[in-house]
RNA sequence: GGGAGCAUAGCUCAGCUGGUUUAGAGCAUCUGCCUUACAAGCAGAGGGUCCGCGGUUCGAACCCGUGUGCUCCCA
């Protein structure tokens, strides 16, 4: 069979995913298997992939892929978020375009549009995801609007409204001008932003003195209430209950006291304006102050400012800084720097306001949620985000739910004209409900107009992708429920998974997952986390069609340890393509070999297969005890190095026959089953190319995706230990080669001074082959015009046609010399300390007698080459 | 302002219970090789004040204190 010069991934990518699917591997139902479940992170419908995805469902893949390899019934839940205000803003955009305003239509209307979008565009990420291999059982497809899921949603906000968790309050909360929504607190960005504080003089009553002020919000001086300073301050203490101004509009304020002030920032003296900061507000409250909110909606001055009345904020903070200033009430302006909050979906400036806003108490909700993580009954992955999550709980906030929009799950909370309400699933139910509690027969009434907050639906993901409050005790939520690993960022640590987790105690009685691996964020290779706005955001895709899908996973998880930021290159994706392409080779060498085949001896290979063999062993282990502590950058990379370190380059190397001879045929068969061992541990990190080859080495009707793994055993120690030693001697003996500058093609004479005769003559005919020697013999003194060298306890005089460069071995001698006396002196320091053979472990001091024994043989070998090379 | 975390080779990171040959890997670098699987390769080498200072200990990259620098979260 004639194989390409390099392995093509796109071909092979095509092949595998779409055998696997119609192979239906990646479909689970529930049997007798002990289940392994994952539901995915569901992206936003309207998403598109990106390296977070990318990162985080090859993981997902990596841990399902194992399973299914180890006897689980492996189950990948895929689906999409609805994510109302992303996708109704983008819905929003695209109505724009066609020339359509959102006010002109009615909610229907817009709906039908906003499905439509959904139809034509969501989901694509789904399909992208099958480009990276991932294995979800797509039969399973969810969706936060689907049809049960939405009435699931509903349902649950008529429970808890009925337990008294839900409530409908006035609070401060952050606003969107541009979305025209309430943002939950973990929806605003706070930045650094360079602003100006302005000092301005508010005349006291009574009085031609006058307050200074310091703000850096001018434009909001119509909406103050009074003027606060610190009971304490002696600046002001005369003002205490007197009267002031506030200019421009002269509306007359009280001058309060309150320690709540900073005596030291600004002038000592705040301006109070309840219905524009949230401090200001609980101060308002406090001292019974008047509220006067001169913003409208969309961040516009408001009839209550009675100047400035429709103009942009923004703008009237430089306009009223002007008029100021001309009216001599603007003293100065500083330059100042503070946190001011963003949108995060539309990223203006969020707007404190106060609102009618529905709220979930999230005090008794929270406590179950916080108690299974911190007793690690669902354990974190790592374990240093227990303590970010127990800050979060313990200062839990009332969780704004409601949002503004129509995009979502409406709020089945029904009015009538006078604004009585009743909370119920549907209007006939609440037509009923209304009579029973307000004693109103038929009452004319109009439901909520705004939605629930995303996280509101996607908090019932783990059990309602199973149907487990709709249809409860079903046999799915029964096998699946718990599941085993969610794989997330840590930035909706908040969002979604302690509200996961809640509700999950709150509906099923019960944690929603075993395990919660926190991923790293991506960066680019400065370090900056990728994003739309700074185009640091590689386009995916692309990166798959040129590397390939299994390149790109090996470039994303070679350097991701859990928890831990990657910084994204895209030399590792090289990397991981000429990964491929090694193996690839080591395939293309086993087939020349497959029509070559001999009953020859076989004794030159044995040491070669056997310890191979107890390498493949070790490895297996260590990766199985990696994978459980979900070092899956490690396990790669141990996978990686044992395909091309231990198989390519030696391995293969020590069974390869001369030149066109042929090869043992048991050997052969060994070699093919060592070679489908390697391809079934990477697997689960690199689908495409491992099942390729799988099949390229042998005719077979199974598949590499569901081969199940066997048991590792334990190696034979001593086994594994001759092998480190024949490689250490081949790697030093090259060394010399290369210090003589000898030729591959010049041959060497070897002799071999040792006490351990019987090893080297078991490695011997691999020895000769690896250094090129044409002969190898043991001796027990000076070899004449000889290289010296010594490796380990072992001295190896290597004779060759090439004169003999005694200076350059001198000085290579004294060097390791040097090193090895400096060790000794270490060691005796140790020895020779009477309170460390006190107190050191017996283990410890025998470690260290061996480590003094081990060097002064070292050293003594040492001289006596260097005696030898004097004469 | 409050809290958490990080600092080890040029870069990215291991180093888990303080002792495992005076600190390990991958990538990058350098030297030599177009050796009949692979130049997307092979062989070999060099590279370190374990951030600074102080302490605990027989013994510290690891524990404690402190300083510096960076990152994140919350207000």
Same mark, same amino acid.
């Given at each position: 069979?004639?194989?390409?010069?390099?392995?093509?991934?796109?071909?092979?990518?095509?092949?595998?995913?779409?055998?696997?699917?119609?192979?239906?591997?990646?479909?689970?139902?529930?049997?007798?298997?002990?289940?392994?479940?994952?539901?995915?992170?569901?992206?936003?419908?309207?998403?598109?992939?990106?390296?977070?995805?990318?990162?985080?469902?090859?993981?997902?893949?990596?841990?399902?892929?194992?399973?299914?390899?180890?006897?689980?019934?492996?189950? !990948?839940?895929?689906?999409?978020?609805?994510?109302?205000?992303?996708?109704?803003?983008?819905?929003?955009?695209?109505?724009?375009?066609?020339?359509?305003?959102?006010?002109?239509?009615?909610?229907?209307?817009?709906?039908?549009?906003?499905?439509?979008?959904?139809?034509?565009?969501?989901? #694509?990420?789904?399909?992208?995801?099958?480009?990276?291999?991932?294995?979800?059982?797509?039969?399973?497809?969810?969706?936060?609007?689907?049809?049960?899921?939405?009435?699931?949603?509903?349902?649950?906000?008529?429970?808890?409204?009925?337990?008294?968790?839900?409530?409908?309050?006035?609070?401060?909360?952050?606003?969107?001008?541009?979305?025209?929504?309430?943002?939950?607190?973990?929806?605003?960005?706070?930045?650094?932003?360079?602003?100006?504080?302005?000092?301005?003089?508010?005349?006291?009553?009574?009085?031609?003195?006058?307050?200074?002020?310091?703000?850096?919000?001018?434009?909001?001086?119509?909406?103050?209430?009074?003027?606060?300073?610190?009971?304490?301050?002696?600046?002001?203490?005369?003002?205490?209950?007197?009267?002031?101004?506030?200019?421009?509009?002269?509306?007359?304020?009280?001058?309060?006291?309150?320690?709540?002030?900073?005596?030291?920032?600004?002038?000592?003296?705040?301006?109070?304006?309840?219905?524009?900061?949230?401090?200001?507000?609980?101060?308002?409250?406090?001292?019974?102050?008047?509220? #006067?909110?001169?913003?409208?909606?969309?961040?516009?001055?408001?009839?209550?400012?009675? #100047?400035?009345?429709?103009?942009?904020?923004?703008?009237?903070?430089?306009?009223?800084?002007? &008029?100021? &200033?001309?009216?001599?009430?603007?003293?100065?302006?500083?330059?100042?720097?503070?946190?001011?909050?963003?949108?995060?979906?539309?990223?203006?400036?969020?707007?404190?306001?106060?609102?009618?806003?529905?709220?979930?108490?999230?005090?008794?909700?929270?406590?179950?949620?916080?108690?299974?993580?911190? &007793?690690?009954?669902?354990?974190?992955?790592?374990?240093?985000?227990?303590?970010?999550?127990?800050? !979060?709980?313990?200062?839990?906030?009332?969780?704004?739910?409601?949002?503004?929009?129509?995009?979502?799950?409406?709020?089945?909370?029904?009015?009538?004209?006078?604004?009585?309400?009743?909370?119920?699933?549907?209007?006939?139910?609440?037509?009923?409900?209304?009579?029973?509690?307000?004693?109103?027969?038929?009452?004319?009434?109009?439901?909520?107009?705004?939605?629930?907050?995303?996280?509101?639906?996607?908090?019932?993901?783990?059990?309602?992708?199973?149907?487990?409050?709709?249809?409860?005790?079903?046999?799915?939520?029964?096998?699946?429920?718990?599941?085993?690993?969610?794989?997330?960022?840590?930035?909706?640590?908040? @969002?979604?998974?302690?509200?996961?987790?809640?509700?999950?105690?709150?509906?099923?009685?019960?944690?929603?997952?075993?395990?919660?691996? @926190?991923?790293?964020?991506?960066?680019?290779?400065?370090?900056?986390?990728?994003?739309?706005?700074?185009?640091?955001?590689?386009?995916?895709?692309?990166?798959?069609?040129?590397?390939?899908?299994?390149?790109?996973?090996?470039?994303?998880?070679?350097?991701?340890?859990?928890?831990?930021?990657?910084?994204?290159?895209?030399?590792?994706?090289?990397?991981?393509?000429?990964f491929?392409?090694k193996i690839w080779n080591a395939l293309k060498l086993i087939k020349m070999w497959e029509g070559r085949q001999a009953e020859t001896d076989a004794d030159e290979s044995s040491f070669a297969i056997d310890w191979f063999g107890n390498r493949l062993n070790e490895v297996s282990l260590e990766v199985?005890?990696?994978?459980?502590?979900?070092?899956?950058?490690?396990?790669?990379?141990t996978v990686y190095s044992l395909i091309w370190d231990d198989f390519c380059s030696w391995y293969l190397e020590w069974i390869k026959p001369g030149f066109e001879q042929p090869i043992n045929t048991a050997v052969y068969n060994k070699t093919i089953g060592y070679f489908t061992e390697l391809m079934q541990l990477l697997?689960?990190?690199?689908?495409?190319?491992s099942?390729?080859i799988y099949?390229l080495l042998q005719?077979?009707?199974?598949?590499?995706?569901?081969?199940?793994f066997k048991t590792a055993i334990t190696p034979d120690k001593t086994l594994l230990e001759k092998g480190l030693l024949l490689k250490n001697t081949i790697s030093g003996l090259r060394d010399v080669r290369?210090?003589?500058?000898?030729?591959p093609k010049?041959s060497i004479r070897l002799?071999i001074?040792t006490?351990n005769k019987e090893v080297f003559q078991s490695i011997e005919s691999i020895l000769s082959k690896q250094i090129n020697a044409i002969l190898i013999d043991f001796?027990?003194?000076?070899?004449?015009?000889?290289?010296?060298?010594?490796i380990g306890?072992d001295?190896f005089?290597v004779?060759?046609?090439?004169?003999?460069?005694?200076?350059?071995?001198?000085?290579?001698?004294?060097?390791?010399?040097?090193?090895?006396?400096?060790?000794?002196?270490?060691?005796?320091?140790?020895?020779?300390?009477?309170?460390?053979?006190?107190?050191?472990?017996?283990?410890?001091?025998?470690?260290?007698?061996?480590?003094?024994?081990?060097?002064?043989?070292?050293?003594?070998?040492?001289?006596?080459?260097?005696?030898?090379?004097?004469?």
């Amino acid at each position: 069979m004639e194989l390409n010069k390099n392995f093509e991934h796109q071909p092979a990518e095509q092949k595998w995913y779409s055998h696997w699917m119609h192979k239906q591997y990646f479909k689970s139902i529930p049997d007798g298997r002990e289940p392994y479940t994952i539901v995915m992170p569901p992206p936003n419908v309207t998403g598109v992939l990106h390296m977070g995805h990318c990162l985080n469902n090859t993981i997902q893949d990596i841990l399902v892929r194992r399973a299914r390899m180890t006897g689980k019934n492996a189950c !990948w839940v895929p689906g999409t978020d609805h994510a109302s205000i992303a996708t109704e803003a983008k819905v929003v955009a695209m109505l724009r375009e066609r020339g359509i305003t959102k006010s002109s239509l009615s909610r229907d209307e817009f709906l039908s549009y906003a499905w439509e979008w959904k139809e034509k565009y969501g989901g #694509i990420i789904l399909q992208q995801l099958k480009k990276l291999g991932c294995s979800l059982d797509w039969d399973r497809t969810s969706f936060t609007m689907d049809k049960g899921y939405y009435d699931s949603v509903i349902k649950i906000f008529v429970s808890l409204y009925n337990k008294g968790v839900i409530y409908r309050g006035k609070r401060m909360i952050n606003w969107d001008v541009k979305a025209l929504t309430a943002l939950s607190d973990e929806e605003v960005i706070r930045k650094e932003t360079r602003q100006k504080l302005y000092h301005l003089k508010y005349s006291i009553e009574g009085t031609k003195d006058f307050i200074i002020i310091a703000t850096v919000r001018p434009e909001t001086i119509m909406g103050d209430t009074a003027i606060c300073v610190h009971p304490e301050d002696e600046r002001y203490k005369h003002l205490h209950g007197k009267f002031a101004f506030v200019p421009l509009i002269n509306r007359r304020i009280p001058i309060i006291a309150d320690d709540y002030v900073t005596m030291d920032f600004g002038s000592g003296a705040l301006k109070v304006t309840p219905a524009h900061d949230i401090n200001d507000y609980t101060l308002g409250q406090k001292h019974h102050l008047e509220v #006067i909110d001169v913003f409208n909606d969309n961040g516009t001055i408001s009839e209550a400012a009675q #100047i400035y009345v429709g103009m942009e904020r923004f703008e009237v903070r430089k306009k009223i800084a002007i &008029e100021l &200033e001309e009216k001599g009430i603007l003293l100065k302006t500083e330059e100042y720097t503070s946190e001011v909050g963003y949108s995060e979906r539309t990223d203006v400036v969020v707007e404190p306001r106060l609102s009618l806003q529905w709220w979930l108490s999230m005090k008794d909700i929270s406590s179950p949620a916080l108690k299974a993580v911190m &007793e690690e009954e669902i354990k974190f992955y790592p374990s240093k985000f227990k303590n970010v999550y127990r800050h !979060w709980m313990e200062n839990i906030k009332d969780w704004c739910i409601s949002r503004q929009l129509w995009w979502g799950h409406r709020i089945p909370a029904w009015f009538d004209i006078n604004g009585k309400f009743v909370v119920a699933e549907n209007e006939a139910a609440a037509v009923a409900q209304f009579e029973k509690e307000h004693g109103i027969t038929n009452a004319n009434l109009k439901q909520d107009e705004d939605c629930l907050d995303t996280w509101f639906s996607s908090w019932l993901w783990p059990f309602e992708v199973f149907k487990g409050y709709s249809q409860p005790n079903n046999e799915e939520i029964k096998y699946y429920y718990p599941t085993n690993t969610l794989v997330t960022a840590p930035e909706i640590i908040f @969002f979604w998974v302690a509200r996961m987790i809640m509700a999950g105690f709150e509906y099923m009685d019960a944690k929603p997952f075993q395990e919660v691996y @926190f991923t790293g964020i991506v960066r680019d290779k400065q370090g900056r986390k990728m994003s739309k706005s700074l185009g640091n955001s590689p386009d995916l895709l692309a990166l798959i069609d040129l590397y390939g899908a299994d390149a790109t996973r090996f470039g994303i998880m070679i350097a991701s340890p859990a928890g831990n930021d990657i910084l994204f290159d895209e030399s590792a994706l090289e990397q991981g393509r000429n990964f491929n392409n090694k193996i690839w080779n080591a395939l293309k060498l086993i087939k020349m070999w497959e029509g070559r085949q001999a009953e020859t001896d076989a004794d030159e290979s044995s040491f070669a297969i056997d310890w191979f063999g107890n390498r493949l062993n070790e490895v297996s282990l260590e990766v199985e005890s990696m994978m459980q502590q979900f070092r899956l950058s490690e396990a790669l990379k141990t996978v990686y190095s044992l395909i091309w370190d231990d198989f390519c380059s030696w391995y293969l190397e020590w069974i390869k026959p001369g030149f066109e001879q042929p090869i043992n045929t048991a050997v052969y068969n060994k070699t093919i089953g060592y070679f489908t061992e390697l391809m079934q541990l990477l697997h689960p990190f690199m689908p495409f190319v491992s099942e390729e080859i799988y099949h390229l080495l042998q005719e077979t009707n199974e598949d590499l995706c569901v081969r199940q793994f066997k048991t590792a055993i334990t190696p034979d120690k001593t086994l594994l230990e001759k092998g480190l030693l024949l490689k250490n001697t081949i790697s030093g003996l090259r060394d010399v080669r290369n210090k003589q500058q000898l030729k591959p093609k010049e041959s060497i004479r070897l002799f071999i001074q040792t006490e351990n005769k019987e090893v080297f003559q078991s490695i011997e005919s691999i020895l000769s082959k690896q250094i090129n020697a044409i002969l190898i013999d043991f001796t027990s003194e000076n070899v004449a015009n000889s290289f010296t060298t010594v490796i380990g306890k072992d001295k190896f005089y290597v004779v060759s046609e090439q004169p003999v460069d005694t200076a350059n071995q001198k000085s290579d001698l004294e060097k390791e010399l040097t090193h090895l006396k400096g060790f000794l002196l270490t060691v005796e320091k140790k020895l020779n300390n009477e309170k460390f053979v006190q107190n050191a472990k017996p283990e410890v001091l025998g470690m260290e007698q061996k480590k003094k024994a081990d060097a002064e043989t070292k050293i003594k070998v040492i001289e006596e080459s260097l005696a030898n090379l004097v004469n």
